[in-house]
Structures are given as structure tokens and as C-alpha cells.
């Protein structure tokens, strides 16, 4: 058995996950590094998410999965975040109080505070979660996600469907987070979005890992394959399948 | 055709006037019911939150059952609870029968079903939509289900409007268990139905008015709580 290196945080080996006779994903391995920032980047369909899901552990795979610090906490932040119809502050109060249910509530009171400082929602505290804008909502999620103090932040296309100013707003966050030394693993659409800020890209096509390589080799090496006509816009729907 | 508006006019005068009997037989009508929906509640919100989220073995045959007696007729209720609570059923000792807490158990019994299909089905279709988000923020089966109840309030509210309305509305078991004594178990549906045969319809028509005003004030009531104005609500918020 290979050994590891010991800032791994998660270990994938030949994982793979089937959502009935869909396989979503095939034969995955990588693994997530302290410090981290992955990209996960590909077409439609191509498996960015269940990998994204496979990492985090909330869906049934084979092959195997190692989680190097079990003790460490992971959050994820959905592409459509959920929201309880409670206040923004309850929101945030009982994603604290699940993720640390031994820590004074005092204590988690005020990280629940910091969280909100943090991504500039201290004002909507006590507003309906659900009554915030597209981009506020992010926001929240992002904050929930960063408030229990995550080893590793998934998050799934967390800028789709913002405009391009709460883009902006949630771009800034996520590069704090990292500049903080969180280790994120996203994934995204927006292929400028993993230039700036991811130090590594993973590359899926038809839910298998084609490529995985940092950053600025992923977009200067230009000999990809498919990828190339992916990163050209030219990866049609018939080339696609 | 003046009969009937004759009926009309007296039902609008006992109204009117507070009659004392169609007062007792209303406030027994909302107690009794009222009590069915609260044990329905306790019992039947818990369990269908626990049904939507737990997995065991023979699951679907208990939903299938569970189905099924959505469609429990009154009548069937009232005859079961008759035969536990007669002095030779298993439950005689307890002395209940022909009581308005006869009159509870039989509605709780028809009620608990409903209850529980609707609330398990709310909670469902909610975990479809936010399930992987409170697993991923480590929420047990547990967590979860509390969670989802307290998301889906206003839809539980409504579900127990539902209850209510089927409650209040049934008469075939408590006329069983409570056997329709004047002034004891006498309620708005026993009532209705004891004063048409009587040829009594300007009470039967005043009860039969204030079964819909009660039922259309719940759903006002309902309506002003899902806008948030109650201080419940604020506090929920």
C-alpha cells in the first residue's frame, strides 16, 4: 500500500458512484491536500458534483474513501443552498449547534456572529432566511459552511446563478477562506473563476477524472485532448456523449 | 320555500342570541375535538417525521396500512372503541363509555392517521429537497426529522386544520361512544342529525352555520399565522 503524504485530508482510490444504472462517477482517485483549492471543472453531467459528494461522504460509493483526519470537520455548500424557514441568526445557531453540540453555547454564539460579520449579513440577523436575495443566501451558506471552522469547504457551483456583482462578493470570500489556509474543493462552470482562484484543477469527463494538475499547467499546457475543446467552448453536446 | 327561510331566520336568532344550548353543544364540539387533535398531534407529527426519515424492514407494508386508513370510516371507530370501553370490553373498568373522553379516544383514533400519513409525507418531500444539507451539517435521523417539523410548520398547521375539520365534521362515532346525551355528549354533528329527524331545522341549520364559521375562522387564523403575525411566528422566526 502506497503510503500517503502527510498532509492528506482525504484519499480517494478507484471510487465510484452509481445512482441506478447511472454511473456518475468511475474509478476516481486523487486526493485532497492541507491547503488545497481545487477546481473541479467539465461539461453538464460530466460528474462534478457526485465527486464533489463522494469527497464530502454523503452518498453511498465503492472502491474506497479515506478520511486521514476522521476528528476534522467538513462542510459543503450547495449549489442551491437549503435554508430552515428560521431567521438568518437561527440558520446559523443550529449549523453550529449540530456541527458542535459540546461547545458552550456562548462560544458558539459568537462565532455565529463572526460568521455573519465575516460575509457582511450582521444587519439581516434576525430576517427571514428565505426572504434574502440569490447572492445573500450564498452568503449564508457561506457562512454556515465557514462558521463551524471546516478542515475542508465543498461547494458546489457556488456562484451559478448570481449576478455578476454577488459573484464578486462570494469570489472575495472564498479567497479569503483560502488565504486563511482552508482547504476548498469547488466546483464550477465558470472557467475564469478557477484561474483566479484555485492552485489546482481536476478535469471530469463522463464521470471519470481525465486531468488533475495545478492551475496554471491545467491552462498553459494546451496539448489536452478534450479538455482543450472544452476549455474552447467547443465541446459539443454530440462530442460530448 | 318560506320554511326554509323561516329555518334561515331562526338559525340567525339563536346565533344572535347566544342560545345557551347551541352554546354548550358548540363548546362541547370544539373541546372534544379539539382534545382528538391535540393527541393526534403529539402522536401523529412525531411519527410521521420518524417515518420519513427512519428505514427498517416491512416499511412499505406499514405505509400501505398506514394508507389505508386514511379512509378509516367513523362508524368502524366508534364500534371498536364501543366494544373496548363496554363494561364487558377489555377497557370496561375504566367506566368511560357514553363520556366526552370516549368521545376524545374514538376521534383520536380517526384522526391519528391522517396525521401521520400527511406529516410523513410533508417531512418527505422536504429531506428530497434539504436532506443532503443536514446530513452534510451532521444531522442524524433525529435532527433531522425535529428539524423538518420545525421548517414545515405552517404546512403542519394546515395539517392539523385538516384533522380538525374531519373531527368536528364525523358523527358517526360519537354517536356510538357518546350516545348523543342531552347536555353531557351532545355535539354539533350528533345534534344536527337528532334535530332533522326531529323535523327541527331552524337548530340544525344554526349548528350546521357554526360548523362552517369555525372552521372558516381556523383557517383565518391559520392564514394570519403564516404571515407572520402572530408574536409565535415572530418568535419562530
Known amino acids: 500500500m502506497t503510503m500517503l503524504p502527510a498532509s492528506t485530508l482525504i484519499a480517494l482510490r478507484d471510487a465510484s458512484v452509481a445512482y441506478g444504472a447511472v454511473q456518475a462517477v468511475r474509478n476516481a482517485t486523487m486526493r485532497v491536500a492541507q491547503g488545497d483549492f481545487i477546481a473541479v471543472v467539465g461539461a453538464n453531467g460530466s ?178 485532448g478534450r479538455a482543450d475543446l472544452f476549455l474552447k467552448g467547443k465541446l459539443s453536446w454530440s462530442l460530448a456523449g | 320555500m318560506s320554511a326554509v327561510l323561516e329555518s334561515f331566520a331562526t338559525a340567525f336568532r339563536l346565533i344572535v342570541h347566544a342560545d345557551p344550548a347551541l352554546v354548550r353543544t358548540v363548546a362541547l364540539s370544539l373541546a372534544v375535538s379539539g382534545s382528538a387533535c391535540l393527541c393526534a398531534a403529539a402522536f401523529g407529527l412525531a411519527s410521521g417525521a420518524w417515518l420519513a426519515v427512519a428505514r427498517f424492514p416491512g416499511q412499505r407494508a406499514v405505509l400501505l396500512v398506514l394508507d389505508t386508513l386514511l379512509a378509516l370510516p367513523s362508524v368502524v371507530v366508534g364500534l371498536a372503541v364501543y366494544l373496548l370501553l363496554s363494561r364487558s370490553g377489555p377497557l370496561g373498568s375504566w367506566g368511560i363509555l357514553f363520556t366526552p373522553a370516549a368521545m376524545v379516544i374514538a376521534q383520536t383514533i380517526l384522526v391519528l392517521p391522517i396525521v401521520t400519513a400527511l406529516a410523513r409525507q410533508v417531512v418527505a418531500d422536504a429531506l428530497r429537497d434539504g436532506g443532503d444539507q443536514l446530513r452534510s451539517m451532521g444531522a442524524g435521523a433525529l435532527a433531522s426529522a425535529v428539524l423538518m417539523l420545525m421548517h414545515e410548520r405552517w404546512a403542519m398547521a394546515t395539517v392539523m386544520l385538516i384533522a380538525f375539520g374531519r373531527a368536528i365534521a364525523e358523527v358517526g362515532a360519537v354517536m356510538i361512544v357518546g350516545g348523543n346525551i342531552d347536555g353531557v355528549t351532545r355535539v354539533m354533528t350528533t345534534t344536527i342529525a337528532l334535530e332533522t329527524s326531529k323535523g327541527d331545522l331552524p337548530l340544525a341549520l344554526a349548528l350546521g352555520f357554526v360548523l362552517l364559521v369555525v372552521v372558516a375562522l381556523l383557517n383565518v387564523a391559520i392564514a394570519l399565522f403564516r404571515r407572520g403575525s402572530s408574536p409565535l411566528a415572530a418568535d419562530l422566526r
Do not use: C
Not at chain 1, 458558539?108 to 436575495?133: Q, T
Not at chain 1, 450564498?138 to 459573484?167: C, H, M, N, Y
Open chain 1, 47 to 224: 460528474g462534478k458534483t457526485s465527486l464533489l459528494r463522494l469527497l464530502h461522504g454523503v452518498v453511498a460509493h465503492s472502491g474506497s474513501r479515506e478520511v486521514l483526519r476522521p476528528a476534522g470537520v467538513q462542510a459543503m455548500v450547495f449549489q442551491r443552498p437549503f435554508l430552515l424557514r428560521l431567521s438568518v441568526w437561527n440558520n446559523l445557531r443550529i449549523a453550529l449547534w449540530l456541527a458542535q453540540p459540546d461547545t458552550a453555547t456562548a462560544l458558539r454564539e459568537e462565532r455565529a456572529e463572526e460568521a455573519l460579520r465575516r460575509v457582511g449579513l450582521v444587519a439581516l440577523r434576525d430576517r427571514p432566511a428565505r426572504s434574502l436575495s440569490g447572492g445573500e443566501q450564498q452568503r449564508l451558506a457561506l457562512a454556515r459552511g465557514w462558521a463551524v471552522r471546516p478542515d475542508i469547504l465543498f461547494l458546489d457551483e457556488p456562484t451559478a446563478s448570481l449576478d455578476p456583482s454577488a459573484k464578486n462578493d462570494v469570489e472575495a470570500l472564498l479567497a479569503d477562506f483560502a488565504a486563511d489556509g482552508m482547504t476548498l474543493v469547488m466546483s464550477t462552470h465558470n472557467l475564469g473563476q478557477a484561474k483566479r482562484l484555485a492552485n489546482r484543477v481536476v478535469y471530469m469527463d463522463e464521470g471519470r477524472i481525465d486531468i488533475d494538475l495545478p492551475t496554471a499547467d491545467f491552462f498553459g499546457s494546451g496539448t489536452l
